[in-house]
C-alpha cells in the first residue's frame, strides 16, 4: 500500500494545478480589455487628449498572461496604411507608428515617444499632404 504522503502530495499538486488553470483562464477572459484600456492610457499620456478618439482593438492572441498589444488603424493613403500598435511586455509600455504598402509587403515600424515625433513620422507619409496645418490640411 502506497504511504499516506504520496496522497497528500498528489492531492497538494492536483489543487495547485486547478488554481492555476483557474488564474490562466481569467487572465484569459480579462486580456482583450486590458490591452485596450491599457493602449487607451498609453496613448492619452504619450499624444495628449486627443488620443481618446482612437478606437483600439485586441490585436491577436499571444502569451496573454504578461503581453498586452492592441492595434488602431489611422488612415489609408497614397498606397499606404497607416496605423498605431500598442504593447506592454513585462511592465514595458510602446506604440509604434506601423506604415504599410497596400500592394507590396513592406513595412516600417517607428516607435512613437511624443506627439511631436509623432507629426515628425507622419510628416514624412504621404497622409501629411492632407493634414500639414500649413497647407491648410484638416486636422
Same mark, same amino acid.
Given at each position: 500500500?502506497?504511504?499516506?504522503?504520496?496522497? #497528500?502530495?498528489?492531492?497538494?499538486?492536483?489543487?495547485?494545478? /486547478?488554481? *492555476?488553470?483557474?488564474?490562466? /483562464?481569467? #487572465?484569459?477572459?480579462?486580456?482583450?480589455? +486590458?490591452?485596450?484600456?491599457?493602449?487607451?492610457?498609453?496613448?492619452? +499620456?504619450?499624444?495628449?487628449?486627443? #488620443?481618446?478618439?482612437?478606437?483600439?482593438?485586441?490585436?491577436?492572441? =499571444?502569451?496573454?498572461?504578461?503581453?498586452?498589444?492592441?492595434?488602431?488603424?489611422? @488612415?489609408?493613403?497614397?498606397?499606404?496604411? =497607416?496605423?498605431?500598435?500598442?504593447?506592454?511586455?513585462?511592465?514595458?509600455?510602446?506604440?509604434?507608428?506601423?506604415?504599410?504598402?497596400?500592394?507590396?509587403?513592406? $513595412?516600417?515600424?517607428?516607435?512613437?515617444?511624443?506627439?511631436?515625433?509623432?507629426?515628425?513620422?507622419?510628416? $514624412?507619409?504621404?497622409?501629411?499632404?492632407?493634414? @500639414?496645418? *500649413? @497647407?491648410?490640411? @484638416?486636422?
Amino acid at each position: 500500500m502506497s504511504h499516506p504522503i504520496m496522497f #497528500a502530495a498528489a492531492k497538494h499538486l492536483a489543487a495547485a494545478e /486547478e488554481r *492555476r488553470k483557474a488564474v490562466r /483562464e481569467d #487572465a484569459f477572459h480579462s486580456w482583450g480589455p +486590458r490591452s485596450v484600456t491599457a493602449a487607451s492610457k498609453c496613448a492619452r +499620456r504619450l499624444l495628449g487628449d486627443a #488620443a481618446v478618439t482612437l478606437g483600439w482593438e485586441v490585436l491577436g492572441l =499571444l502569451s496573454f498572461e504578461e503581453h498586452l498589444q492592441a492595434v488602431t488603424s489611422l @488612415d489609408a493613403v497614397g498606397g499606404q496604411h =497607416l496605423e498605431l500598435y500598442y504593447t506592454d511586455q513585462n511592465g514595458t509600455e510602446r506604440i509604434f507608428l506601423r506604415v504599410s504598402c497596400m500592394s507590396c509587403p513592406s $513595412q516600417h515600424v517607428h516607435e512613437v515617444t511624443s506627439l511631436e515625433q509623432f507629426g515628425r513620422l507622419l510628416s $514624412q507619409t504621404p497622409a501629411w499632404q492632407d493634414i @500639414d496645418p *500649413r @497647407d491648410g490640411g @484638416d486636422l
